[in-house]
């Protein structure tokens, strides 16, 4: 019994413990566990009303976005559409316009073509004309036919009206009335000298000349139109008596007495009365025609040197170098003529800021023209016969109305034909131009 009462004891002290000291932490325990279920349960019944919510959202984006899918569906079908359509407008545009591009290419393409085809046949044909030419002018008789049928041109051309001058000049009035009235007194005086006379007149005029340039202020007193001519003629005793002799005085005073426009024309009156004594000799002598040719054949000298030319014209050096040259290049050649190399000498001598060349060439002028003719530079491919200089030198002096003497120059490269230059008239019949002409109007 007492063993019953113990455990019933024992058994209520352990469930007056485990009520004291276990049921209430359990219970706190249990009613958190039961606040934790509940605050779960009522957080996933709020997530599953916001999941059916979001099912909801979700269905509604799906419907939204299938309309928006079709409705641009159909906004892509339609833009296809549009595009697809501009694009083969846009395409058969562009299509039309390579079309008309390439047919303008293909006619330009075409006409270049044709151009460079006909540059090439006319060069060609040129080329061919050329060689058939110089085979036909290898044979004399041929060459010289050229040069009758081109007379027989120039005889179609006769007459002209205006007749070139023989030996033109830039004198004003006063100066070109005072150069006559000195020349009027040299043809005077030739006459009455000898030939050696006539070379002494002309070697001192050339000193006095030289005497001028160096003195410009004696130059200008000379020929000053207020001064007496009494006077001038004194000073020209007084200067130069003694040292030239009576034929030059004479020139001189008569040179002193007139009028000039410019006191470079004095000077060059007394170069050219110089000139005159030189070509009166040769006349006289009968050397005029050798003079007058050994002259223009210079000239064609220096047209082919133009070192020389500027050599000859270098009037800042001595005088005398420059002569000096010119001898060494005369002596260079056969046959010169005296008087010929004198008249060059003092042309050379005296020049002054004018071209060799074309001192030169009015030297050859001056002395054709002393002769009454007028001269004709006439090139050939060969010489020419008696009969076709007697022919040409007809022909352009009815022409020209005035006796003409023809100076020939040989070229080879000329072919046929002849070309002649009077004055400033150029006649160019020759067969080379003419194929040169023929090459010129080819197209580019």
């Not at 075409?110 to 036909?136: D, F």
């Not at 040292?243 to 009028?259: F, I, K, N």
């Not at 500027?310 to 260079?332: C, I, S």
């Amino acid at each position: 019994m007492a063993t019953f009462i113990g455990q019933f004891i024992g058994f209520g002290v352990i469930v007056l413990i485990i009520v004291k000291f276990v049921v209430p932490p359990v219970r706190k325990l249990m009613r958190e566990r039961q606040e934790a279920v509940r605050t779960q349960l009522a957080e996933s019944a709020a997530a599953t009303r916001r999941l059916a919510a979001a099912d909801v959202f979700h269905a509604e984006r799906v419907a939204e976005g299938r309309v928006e899918a079709q409705h641009i569906v159909d906004e892509a079908t339609s833009d296809s559409v549009r595009i697809a359509e501009q694009l083969r407008v846009q395409g058969g545009i562009e299509a039309e316009r390579i079309k008309v591009y390439g047919g303008q290419q293909v006619l330009l393409l075409r006409s270049q073509m044709i151009r460079e085809l006909r540059g090439k046949l006319g060069n060609e044909s040129v080329r061919r004309a050329t060689e058939i030419v110089k085979e036909y002018v290898a044979d004399p008789a041929a060459q010289s036919a050229t040069v009758d049928r081109f007379l027989d041109e120039l005889e179609s051309m006769a007459p002209v009206e205006v007749a070139p001058e023989v030996s033109p000049t830039d004198l004003r009035p006063a100066s070109r009335d005072a150069q006559a009235t000195v020349v009027a007194r040299f043809d005077a005086l030739a006459p009455t000298l000898s030939g050696d006379d006539l070379s002494r007149l002309s070697a001192e005029l050339v000193a006095v000349d030289k005497v001028l340039l160096r003195e410009p202020v004696l130059a200008r007193h000379l020929t000053e139109a207020s001064g007496w001519a009494e006077a001038k003629q004194d000073l020209l005793g007084r200067l130069f008596a003694g040292q030239v002799g009576e034929p030059t005085l004479e020139v001189l005073r008569a040179a002193v007495s007139v009028r000039w426009s410019a006191t470079q024309d004095f000077i060059g009156c007394l170069e050219n009365v110089s000139r005159l004594s030189l070509l009166a000799r040769a006349e006289r002598e009968d050397q005029a025609d050798d003079v007058a040719e050994q002259l223009f054949r210079f000239g064609r000298v220096l047209e082919g040197q133009p070192r020389l030319i500027a050599l000859l014209g270098e009037y800042h050096e001595p005088p005398a170098g420059r002569v000096a040259l010119l001898r060494t290049v005369l002596d260079g050649a056969s046959g010169t003529n005296a008087i010929a190399a004198t008249l060059l000498a003092q042309t050379v001598e005296l020049l002054h800021g004018q071209r060799a060349d074309d001192a030169v060439e009015e030297l050859a002028q001056l002395a054709v023209s002393r002769q009454g003719e007028i001269v004709a530079q006439v090139s050939a491919a060969a010489d020419l016969s008696r009969d076709q200089r007697r022919r040409l030198a007809d022909v352009l002096t009815r022409i020209y109305r005035h006796p003409v003497s023809v100076h020939l120059t040989i070229d080879p490269d000329l072919l046929g034909g002849l070309a002649v230059a009077v004055g400033d008239d150029v006649i160019d019949g020759t067969l080379a131009a003419r194929l040169a002409e023929a090459a010129t109007k080819l197209p580019d």
